[in-house]
């Protein structure tokens, strides 16, 4: 299987630290936005999409990516994120993401989202919350994702 992961990850590194562990059981490498060739993505099995969560909103760095892949056929994707504050359901941070992949052609078969340390604004005044975060559970779980994700997607290959 032929993985890659996409990571946008600023302040305190807690996206990469996801997609560290993600890319150790998906046996890839873990990439920037800017470094990647667009056109290139097409060519995988599974590419995972990752950001931090910076006011609300994913990083531009990574919306602009997507926005300038051509159409993948049969390529899966999942996406992952960290974020000082809980995700508010009905925003759901993957959503837009999600949207975006999906009209470019790419299944997206997972989601993932942590808290992370976080100092923007205020929080920096006390220190910063979720100083722990990502944690060894926040990291065995996305560990895990990618474990059934990986299996799904050689299952759908030994198939198809």
Do not use: W
Not at 29 to 43: H, I, K, N, Q, R
Not at 55 to 77: F, K, N
């Amino acid at each position: 299987m032929k993985a890659l992961i996409v990571c946008s990850s600023k302040s305190h590194g807690n996206t990469r630290r996801i997609a560290d562990r993600m890319a150790q059981v998906l046996e890839c490498e873990v990439v920037t936005p800017e470094s990647v060739d667009p056109a290139t993505l097409g060519g995988y099995d599974l590419v995972g999409f990752g950001s931090g969560i910076y006011y609300m909103a994913v990083d531009p760095r990574l919306r602009s990516l997507i926005r300038h892949v051509p159409r993948a056929d049969r390529v899966s994707a999942f996406t992952f994120f960290t974020s000082g504050a809980r995700e508010i359901p009905l925003l759901g941070y993957h959503k837009p993401i999600r949207k975006m992949l999906e009209a470019k052609g790419f299944e997206v078969i997972g989601s993932f989202s942590s808290r992370g340390f976080d100092t923007v604004g205020p929080f920096g005044f006390i220190g910063g919350i979720n100083r722990d975060r990502p944690n060894d559970h926040d990291l065995d779980r996305a560990a895990a994702l990618a474990a059934r994700l990986r299996k799904r997607v050689e299952s759908s290959r030994a198939v198809g």
